[in-house]
């Protein structure tokens, strides 16, 4: 197996209090089975609170607090477990999460996936997309990468700028925008929010920034790369496209493009229900 990074990947560093949207709340946590023995081993005051803190059952996870927290998760935004034992008491998700991993044929990807807004960070600061062959340490394209991995894309639908134009017709962004009303809901407010930039989205078309996401883009396709043999290179090209619309509506409207990043990809890179819907679409 040949393993490649995001060049990202390595360059990502939680922002831990800084972050402005904690992973450490909102979900429930799994716990791998290894993690469940350790901190069943630990004979310590915090292991005590732990084991006090786990649901175990067909799943086992950490129980939420009330307001949705995990309770290891410090008012100073910190997490516990990392502050009195380390990074590696972590379960797999914690230890992992954001980061993403996609194998195709005897290649493994890694990436980190764009509802941390710290990635999002990184790839706006990017002047290329580059990605790092682990066992060379070589510096490789986003087109190098396609190549090694014998997926065929024309180099202007690497280019967004290029690509994008025959997407903004007003009868295909409402089509768009439609798809992305009926996927699951990941809170009450995603509808709403949707519906909002329907109603405005005309007031907006033809002022996009759309340079400033050719790297977004191309990374959206990179994490669906797997799907291309269910789906064809088309359909993820059509998928990245709409998704980087809805970003920049989103945008434009809330002000925000960090925020409209991650807010796309919790509500779609983590539902594969979701991904299906605007694939199949």
Not at 19 to 25: E, M, R, V
Not at 28 to 37: K, R, S, V
Not at 73 to 87: A, F, H, S, V, W
């Amino acid at each position: 197996m040949i393993n490649i990074d995001a060049e990202i990947y390595s360059e990502f560093k939680c922002k831990a209090d800084k972050c402005k949207h904690s992973c450490c709340k909102g979900w429930e946590i799994d716990i791998d089975e290894d993690t469940l023995g350790y901190y069943k081993s630990l004979d310590t005051e915090l292991g005590n609170e732990i084991r006090q803190n786990i649901h175990e059952g067909e799943d086992t996870f950490f129980k939420l607090t009330d307001d949705k927290k995990c309770p290891f998760l410090k008012d100073d935004g910190l997490c516990k477990i990392i502050k009195e034992l380390g990074e590696d008491a972590l379960c797999d998700i914690c230890r992992l999460h954001p980061r993403f991993f996609v194998e195709i044929n005897d290649y493994s990807l890694a990436g980190v996936g764009l509802s941390c807004e710290k990635a999002s960070e990184l790839l706006f600061e990017k002047k290329s997309l580059n990605f790092i062959i682990c066992d060379s340490q070589k510096t490789i394209s986003f087109q190098e990468l396609l190549k090694m991995l014998e997926i065929e894309i024309s180099k202007d639908y690497l280019n967004l700028t290029n690509i994008i134009p025959q997407y903004l017709d007003e009868a295909k962004v409402e089509k768009i925008l439609d798809i992305f009303c009926i996927t699951e809901p990941i809170d009450s407010n995603w509808k709403n929010e949707v519906l909002l930039i329907k109603r405005y989205y005309k007031d907006y078309l033809n002022n996009l920034e759309i340079k400033k996401y050719e790297f977004i883009y191309q990374y959206i396709l990179f994490r669906q790369l797997e799907l291309t043999l269910k789906h064809g290179i088309k359909k993820i090209i059509d998928y990245a496209v709409y998704s980087i619309i809805f970003i920049m509506l989103y945008e434009r409207l809330y002000h925000d493009d960090i925020e409209a990043v991650r807010r796309w990809s919790e509500q779609i890179e983590y539902n594969e229900d979701n991904i299906e819907i605007i694939l199949n679409s």
